[in-house]
């Protein structure tokens, strides 16, 4: 069976952790561990090993994606001995860390033969502190993009008939730039139409909405419908970063087809990987652009 990532069980392993601690008798002025505030930044990066997955010729494709445990803080951590896989340092992943969690975002293609015993690991260091992820060909670990939809999307099973496909993007493979001025980037994305929207969801959607106080908990990750959005994937070694007006487009539910164009600006010279991601809510498909920025 493979494997669906356990979510669903939080809320009740919460509820468990907190009647076994109303349970353990009080203890009067102790500070609580620091590590159970939200921290702004200086804490570190875990990557994780999301699973495994055969691909259509019989290859091994493993996917990692990371917990980025600052919920500010955007690290840059170029590609070698702070940031590297054991078999070589640079097999594709990210060297700019978005805010908390993030699943899915590379795969690594391995052959067919790959050791069932053999693990990957990738590690990352930060602040002096290495975080690491093994991938391995553990049966339980084994996914398909019907496991991808229901950790990616908002929950329950993915559409069977028909089934979901992932959205494909294009853009150009390659832009000019000048740090500090604005250049065009365009995406765009085709799509399937699924998941469709439904009576319920249309009426929710044109529903006004109550306002959140500051602090609330914010919006669901998963929107449903096709959307572009684009991303830093690779800053250069020196440093560097870039903003995106706009980021993304707003999710269409039932949309075939979508168009982002976006005024990106970059602080430095260097090269970039930039990302554009298209979305249907539930599965993902990116597209990676270098950029050759220029005083």
Same mark, same amino acid.
């Given at each position: 069976?493979? &494997?669906?990532?356990?979510?669903?069980?939080?809320?009740?392993? %919460?509820?468990?952790? /907190?009647?076994?601690?109303?349970?353990?008798?009080?203890?009067?002025?102790?500070?609580?561990?620091?590590?159970s505030f939200?921290?702004?930044?200086?804490?570190?990066?875990?990557?994780?090993?999301?699973?495994?997955?055969?691909?259509?010729?019989?290859?091994?494709?493993?996917?990692?994606?990371?917990?980025?445990? #600052?919920?500010?803080?955007?690290?840059?951590?170029?590609? =070698?001995?702070? !940031?590297?896989?054991?078999?070589?340092?640079?097999?594709? *992943?990210?060297t700019h860390?978005?805010?908390?969690?993030? %699943?899915?975002?590379?795969?690594?293609?391995?052959?067919?033969?790959? /050791?069932? *015993?053999?693990?990957?690991?990738?590690? $990352?260091?930060?602040?002096?502190?290495?975080?690491?992820?093994?991938?391995?060909?553990?049966?339980?670990?084994?996914?398909?993009?019907?496991?991808?939809?229901?950790?990616? =999307?908002? =929950?329950?099973?993915?559409?069977?008939?028909?089934? #979901?496909?992932?959205?494909?993007?294009?853009?150009?493979?390659?832009?000019?730039?000048?740090?500090?001025?604005?250049?065009?980037?365009?995406?765009?994305?085709?799509?399937?139409? $699924?998941?469709?929207? &439904?009576?319920?969801?249309?009426?929710?959607?044109?529903?006004?909405?109550?306002?959140?106080?500051?602090?609330?908990?914010?919006?669901?990750?998963?929107? %449903?419908?096709?959307? $572009?959005?684009?991303?830093?994937?690779?800053?250069?070694?020196?440093?560097?970063?870039?903003?995106?007006?706009?980021?993304? !487009? *707003?999710?269409?539910?039932?949309?075939?087809?979508?168009? %982002?164009?976006?005024?990106?600006?970059?602080?430095?010279? =260097?090269?970039?990987?930039? &990302?554009?991601?298209?979305?249907?809510?539930?599965?993902?498909?990116?597209?990676?652009?270098?950029?050759?920025?220029? &005083?």
């Open positions: 069976m493979k &494997r669906f990532h356990a979510w669903a069980l939080a809320p009740a392993l %919460l509820l468990a952790a /907190d009647w076994a601690a109303y349970a353990q008798p009080r203890v009067i002025d102790q500070l609580p561990d620091e590590d939200a921290h702004g930044a200086g804490k570190s990066v875990q990557p994780f090993f999301e699973g495994w997955q055969t691909m259509p010729d019989g290859h091994i494709a493993m996917w990692f994606g990371y917990l980025n445990l #600052n919920y500010e803080e955007e690290p840059d951590i170029a590609v =070698g001995p702070n !940031n590297k896989f054991d078999l070589r340092d640079d097999l594709g *992943q990210p860390f978005y805010p908390r969690r993030h %699943l899915f975002v590379f795969k690594v293609d391995l052959p067919k033969d790959w /050791d069932k *015993q053999k693990h990957l690991v990738w590690s $990352i260091t930060t602040g002096g502190h290495t975080n690491s992820a093994n991938g391995w060909l553990q049966p339980e670990w084994e996914v398909d993009e019907g496991v991808m939809q229901m950790n990616i =999307g908002p =929950g329950g099973a993915p559409p069977v008939d028909p089934p #979901n496909l992932a959205p494909k993007v294009s853009a150009a493979a390659e832009v000019t730039a000048e740090a500090g001025k604005p250049v065009a980037l365009s995406a765009s994305a085709s799509d399937d139409g $699924i998941p469709k929207p &439904r009576a319920r969801a249309r009426a929710a959607a044109s529903a006004p909405r109550m306002p959140l106080p500051p602090g609330a908990t914010p919006p669901p990750r998963a929107q %449903l419908g096709l959307r $572009i959005r684009w991303e830093l994937y690779r800053a250069p070694a020196e440093g560097g970063s870039v903003e995106f007006e706009p980021e993304s !487009n *707003q999710p269409q539910m039932g949309a075939e087809s979508s168009e %982002l164009k976006t005024q990106a600006v970059f602080s430095v010279p =260097g090269t970039y990987w930039l &990302r554009a991601v298209a979305s249907d809510g539930m599965l993902e498909t990116p597209y990676d652009v270098k950029v050759t920025v220029k &005083r």
